[in-house]
């Protein structure tokens, strides 16, 4: 869904390609940068989607990607 349907630089776009299979889960190595991108090209898929169904997929795929954005953005301020 997100490499079929979203806009993606290259390089993030080649990062979620390289991503490793574990069972139902999928390993992928993005910066901080890399993650923001992809929560933004989410949530712009899922505020844009006609189709309920579809859209359900993309706010659960924005809350996944958002928590763990917000675990590390949360640890950084902290360390300040």
Do not use: P
């Not at 359900?56 to 990607?65: G, T, Y």
């Not at 953005?73 to 902290?78: G, I, L, M, Q």
């Amino acid at each position: 869904l997100i490499l079929k349907d979203t806009f993606l630089s290259t390089e993030l776009d080649e990062r979620l390609r390289l991503a490793v299979a574990k069972g139902n889960k999928l390993t992928v190595y993005l910066t901080l940068d890399d993650l923001d991108e992809l929560a933004g090209a989410v949530a712009f898929e899922s505020n844009h989607c006609d189709d309920r169904r579809i859209r359900q997929k993309w706010e659960r795929i924005f809350r996944e990607v958002d928590t763990v954005l917000m675990t590390f953005t949360d640890s950084e301020d902290e360390a300040c």
